[in-house]
């Protein structure tokens, strides 16, 4: 005899399940079982690769900003430095170069004052020597003391040519555009006798003037006499 049908023994239970599980709108999700993506799944998915890839471009380009800002800021740091030590190194050497300098010119400033006022007091005292006032009595003592003046001024004429080399014309003035010209000076042997005789002239006049006075004294005396 048949066993009574038992219609529970033909149902599908996981049918069943994925059926109930399914959307109602018909889209058929990738859920592993083999089954493609549907087009609006795959649509879906490159809109939003195509979001992801702008907003990565976007923060490349945000890097990329600041990295350049970062580089321009620390190579104006390091100008900064640089400049700020040369600057330093420079301007301090500068100073005290500036500062020596100064100090020699104003010394070499006073000196010149100091040289033209002597000078000028050379120059009054020859100036003031005038023969035509002399007298018979006073004439020699006159001279002596004319002489005196002269051989003074001369040694502060040869003294001030050491100083300052201008007054010989070895350097010419700061305002002279033309360059300066050496002089030939001939040696003692390529002179004339008479060239020596005015340089021997030149250097025992004085001597020759003293004994001519005191000759010319004498004589005088004696003829009193």
Known sequence: MASDFDESDFVDRDFQAAQKAAPTGGARPNTGTGIPPSREELGNRVAETQHKLAELKRMQEELERERTEVEE????????????????????????????????????????????????????????????????????????????????????????????????????????????????????????FWQLCRIGLAFTWLLVTLAAGMLVVLVILLSRG
């Not at 006073?110 to 000028?120: C, H, I, P, S, T």
């Not at 018979?136 to 003046?149: C, G, I, P, Q, Y």
């Open 73 to 192: 800021a620390r190579r104006r740091s390091t100008e900064l430095k640089t400049g700020r030590e040369e600057m330093l190194r420079n301007l301090t050497r500068g100073l005290g170069l500036l500062e020596e300098t100064e100090l020699a010119s104003r010394r070499e400033a006073e000196q010149a004052a100091k040289n033209l006022v002597e000078l000028r007091q050379a120059l009054d005292k020859v100036q003031a020597i005038n023969e035509s006032e002399w007298t018979e009595d006073n004439w020699s003592v006159e001279l002596t003391r004319a002489l005196t003046s002269i051989e003074n001024a001369r040694m502060e004429w040869n003294a001030a040519r050491l100083k300052w080399p201008i007054l010989d014309g070895n350097h010419p003035l700061p305002e002279a555009s033309t360059p300066h010209q050496p002089i030939d000076n001939p040696g003692i042997e390529a002179m004339g």
